[in-house]
C-alpha cells in the first residue's frame, strides 16, 4: 500500500494552482447523460472518483471519450441500461447521481443503496422522498433502490434535513418532469449552483439555487453543451490551511474567493493575513496562531470537508479551542491519529476542546478518510522530523497531484511504497 513519508518543519512559501470542484464534477457528469447530443466538460480534476464515475457512465452505455487529463465529452444517446452495479457505489457514493439522471430522462433507475462510510452512516432518505415527491415508485428491492415513474409530475418538496446530495439528484429528476417543481430548505453550495447553472446550459429551467428556494420547470429534452467546472474551495482552503500551519505564506490561485468567505473568516480570526484578488487568495501566517471556535454548518457556513484541516491548525495554536461538528457523526477519528504526534485533545459527542501544544512530533498516522488524509499531512509538514501517513489511496479520490503540488511550495513530501524506499528518502533529507 502506498503511503506518503514527509519531512516537515519548514514554512510552505509560493503558489499552488487549484482545479476543478470533485463535488460539482461528479454530479455534472452524471447529468451529462440527460442529453443524447454531446457535452463536453473541463476543468475536471483527475482524480479516482471522477474516473470511477467516468466508468460507471460508459458501463451503462454513454459514450465517453478522454480528451485530456481535465476534458471529457460525453455522449449519453447510447444508454440501454439504467442500473447501475454495486461496485461503483461501493467505490463512490456519488454514483447515486445517476439516480436522479436516469429517472429523470427516462423515468425509471437501478441503483444499489450506498452503504456508511468512514464519517457517517450517511442516509438517503431525503433523496428517496424527493423522487417519490416527483411520483416515482421508489422501492428497496435486496440492496438495490430500484424508481420507477409512468411520468414525474412538478411538485412542492420541503427537504427535512438541509442536504447536498438531495438537493442536486432531485433537482435533476425535476429538470425532465411535467410542470414546475418547487424545493424548499435546500442546500446552497457552490457546486449545487454548478449543477443548476450546468443544467441550464443544455436547456433545463432552474432557478434559485443557491439560495434557499430552488424553482424548476420541467423540459421535455435537453442539448448539448460546453461546460468548464468551477474550482474546487475544499482543495483551496487545504492549502491555505497548510500554509497556517506551517507559518507560511501561499496564494491559491484559479479560484472563486467569494466560495471561501467562511474559511477566510476563521483563518483571519487565528491570525493570519489574508489577501484576496480576483482569482487568488494569498495566506501569511507569522509567528503562533490563536485559538478559536468552529461550528460547521452547510453553507454559507464553515465547510466540514474543511474541520480537519482546521483541527490541526488548532491543535498548534497558543489557548484553547473547539470544534462542533454539526453535519457529521463521525469526523473526529483523525483527532486520534493527531494525538499519536502529541496534540492534545478531548472529543465528547460531536465537539472537541483543544488544547494547543508548542509543537507536534513525527509519527506514523493513518488516513481514515479523504480529508482527514490530507490534514494528517498538514500536521507531518508542520512537525519538525519524518511523518509517515499511510491509506493515502483515500486522499488520492479527491487531491490531483497532492504531493507534486505541495513539493511546488516547498513541501518535503514523496510517495512511497516499500521500507526501502522509506530508507531512501532519511538518507536523502538528512
Ligand atoms: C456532500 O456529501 C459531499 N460529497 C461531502 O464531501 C460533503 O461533506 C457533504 O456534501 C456536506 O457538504 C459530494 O458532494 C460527493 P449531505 P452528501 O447529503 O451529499 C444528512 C468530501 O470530502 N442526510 O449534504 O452525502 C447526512 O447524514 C465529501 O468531498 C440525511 O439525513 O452530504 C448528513 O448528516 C465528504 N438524509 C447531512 O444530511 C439524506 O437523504 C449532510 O449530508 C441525505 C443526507
Do not use: W
Not at 275 to 302: C, I, M
Amino acid at each position: 500500500m502506498e503511503q506518503y513519508i514527509i519531512k516537515g518543519g519548514s514554512p510552505l512559501v509560493g503558489e499552488v494552482e487549484i482545479g476543478g470542484a470533485k463535488n460539482a464534477a461528479l454530479a455534472i457528469l452524471a447529468a451529462a447523460i440527460m442529453t443524447d447530443e454531446t457535452v463536453t466538460i473541463d476543468n475536471l480534476p483527475d482524480v479516482n472518483d471522477i474516473n470511477v464515475m467516468l466508468e460507471a457512465i460508459d458501463g451503462i452505455g454513454a459514450s465517453v471519450q478522454r480528451l485530456d487529463r481535465h476534458t471529457v465529452k460525453i455522449n449519453g444517446s447510447g444508454v440501454a441500461d439504467f442500473s447501475i452495479d454495486y461496485d461503483f457505489i461501493k467505490k463512490i457514493r456519488a454514483s447515486y447521481y445517476l439516480l436522479g439522471a436516469l429517472l429523470g430522462k427516462y423515468n425509471k433507475a437501478e441503483v444499489a443503496l450506498p452503504g456508511g462510510c468512514n464519517i457517517g452512516s450517511r442516509p438517503i432518505d431525503q433523496h428517496l422522498k424527493g423522487f417519490r415527491a416527483l411520483g416515482a415508485e421508489v422501492d428497496i428491492e435486496h440492496g438495490k433502490i430500484v424508481a420507477e415513474a409512468e411520468v414525474l409530475r412538478g411538485t412542492h418538496l420541503y427537504f427535512d434535513v438541509v442536504t447536498v446530495g438531495a438537493t442536486i439528484n432531485v433537482m435533476m429528476a425535476a429538470a425532465m418532469a411535467d410542470g414546475l417543481t418547487i424545493m424548499e430548505n435546500v442546500a446552497k453550495e457552490p457546486h449545487v449552483v454548478d449543477v443548476a447553472n450546468f443544467l441550464n446550459s443544455m436547456g433545463a429551467n432552474i432557478k434559485g439555487a443557491g439560495t434557499d428556494i430552488i424553482k424548476i420547470r420541467g423540459v421535455k429534452s435537453l442539448h448539448k453543451s460546453e461546460y468548464s467546472i468551477i474550482p474546487d474551495q475544499i482543495e483551496a482552503g487545504t492549502f491555505m490551511f497548510a500554509a497556517a500551519a506551517t507559518k507560511g505564506d501561499v496564494t491559491v490561485t484559479n479560484v472563486i474567493p467569494k466560495h471561501l468567505e467562511a474559511t477566510v473568516a476563521k483563518l483571519t480570526d487565528i491570525g493570519c493575513e489574508v489577501e484576496e484578488f480576483d482569482d487568488a487568495v494569498r495566506v501569511v501566517a507569522k509567528g503562533r496562531l490563536r485559538s478559536t471556535q468552529v461550528k460547521t454548518l452547510p453553507y454559507p457556513g464553515y465547510p466540514t470537508d474543511m474541520q480537519p484541516q482546521i483541527g490541526v491548525c488548532l491543535a498548534l495554536c497558543s489557548g484553547t479551542s473547539t470544534i462542533t461538528e454539526s453535519i457529521f457523526e463521525n469526523r473526529f477519528k483523525y483527532l486520534d491519529e493527531l494525538a499519536r504526534m502529541g496534540a492534545n485533545i478531548k472529543v465528547e459527542g460531536n465537539s472537541a476542546t483543544i488544547e494547543g501544544v508548542e509543537k507536534f512530533s513525527g509519527a506514523r498516522v493513518s488516513a481514515p478518510d479523504l480529508r482527514a488524509g490530507a490534514a494528517l499531512c498538514i500536521a507531518g509538514l508542520a512537525t519538525d522530523g519524518i511523518t509517515i501517513v499511510d491509506d493515502i489511496v483515500y486522499i488520492q479520490r479527491g487531491y490531483e497531484r497532492f504531493e507534486e503540488k505541495l513539493r511546488g511550495i516547498g513541501g518535503i513530501i514523496e510517495r512511497v511504497s516499500s521500507e526501502k524506499d522509506i530508507q531512501k528518502f532519511k538518507l536523502k533529507v538528512g
